[in-house]
């Protein structure tokens, strides 16, 4: 349709709230309560190769390696084992659900081998704090590993922590290993660690409800501690799934991120900018120690407690070492997750500009009665069309499609003066991902499905936002109907 849309009928937005549930959230307990049992065990080796005893760190479950049963089979407390993060593996195994062992000084780390702590047998690996580098096939192990399903815990601490004075402190060991493998150096995972000592701060929780790491079984995280760390800068140009969880002080978006996740093929990542949170206070005689875990100003015991759980899998039953895409895959049921995704419930779901979602004869439906029509006034405006929904973890293919009309009244074959973007948001509003970008250039008469492949948002609860942007003299209406975001 050229010309204005003026005439037609403008409907009043009724969002009756962001639909649909996260399909396998983790449930908030008590706090002192155990968690439920899961239905299967999740392998989790902590890696002890690299230095991670040097100095005055200690960054071990137990002395007894690779099984710390062997310290103490059954035990209650963490005295019980004997390391700084003792408090963190005792936690996990008095749970019953997981499976610990320790990648001992003097090994290395594979993928695909015989070895019993071959990164095949698990579902998560637990880089704390490593001060000395990765060898290239250690790299090109940990990468395919999470490639391929598995998770990934990376806790480093600030710039010049170099305890065994190589040359190399965790910052640099663990950006190198973003940056400079044989698998993807292209800022796989989304984000790069700031070099950086910021000497102390309490870096706060996002407010998002659904998340499973700030709101797990293990409790509800609202703060963590930095006593000597960094953060990380975002990047969610390159990976669009990376997410700030805690942030500095004064910090938030893309800068001063202490806490993120992330997803890598068909793995989950996750980063700590300080290793002082996991510390419990008690190791190997020798060592100077904070207890940072069972500090009273923070929620640290909750926050690794939670993200090692999401990462291994919260309760599902593949992982990395399976080759099916586990690292916290979960179950999935074949879906379409949108609602009211052909718009003929009317201002229903959606949250749209008024009039947006419209069943006036100025443009045609594709289908039914109702579509949304953003635009097309030629004069200044911005209309947004948004829907939040849940993709499952388990789901290795999530794909988002619509059907999309532009007509114009613009006469340039050159320039866009009139713009829609579409986008992937978070639950705070920051833009994880413009998915496209049409303008008047695109017009064309009839409706073109368009498809965008979502799968690396799985797991996640996103918001799926329609912008239109349009200049003050003609018009151009940008016409949606039958969308879908199909899971399996």
Known sequence: MLGSRRSRRRLTTALAGFGLLLTGAAVQVGSGSTPAHA???????????????????????????PDPLGENSSPSAETDWTGALSSWGVALQK???????????????????SSSTDLSNFDTLV????????????????????????GLFMISDHTGSDRNNDGYDSVQILNDLMTNNSVDSSDPFGFSIDSLNISSDHPAAISDSTDPVLHGSFGTVTKSLIANGTT????????????????????????GAFFLTSTFGSGRVAYWGDSSPIDDGTGQAGNTLYDGWNDSSATNAALALNATAWLAGSGTSTGGGGGTGGGGTGTCTAAQLLGNNGFESGNSTWSASSGVITNSSGEAARSGSYYAWLDGNGTATTDTLSQSVSIPSGCTSAELGFYLHIDTAETTTSTAYDTLKVQVLNSSGTVLGTLATYSNLNAASGYTQRSFDLSSYAGQTVTLKFTGTEGSKYQTSFVVDDTALDVA
């Open 127 to 150: 880089l704390p704090e490593p001060n000395t580098l990765f060898t290239s096939a250690e790299k090109t192990a940990i990468m395919n590993f999470v490639k391929n399903g598995g």
């Open 95 to 113: 749970t019953g659900d997981y499976s610990l062992k320790t990648l001992p000084s003097g090994s290395s780390l594979s993928y695909g081998g």
């Open 39 to 65: 239905a299967t065990t999740h392998r989790v080796l902590f890696d002890n190769a690299h230095a991670e005893t040097a100095g005055n760190a200690d960054w071990i479950i137990s002395t007894s390696q």
């Open 232 to 255: 990380a800068t975002l990047k969610p140009g390159d990976n669009s799934a990376v997410k700030g969880l805690l942030y500095r002080t004064g910090y938030s978006g893309n800068t």
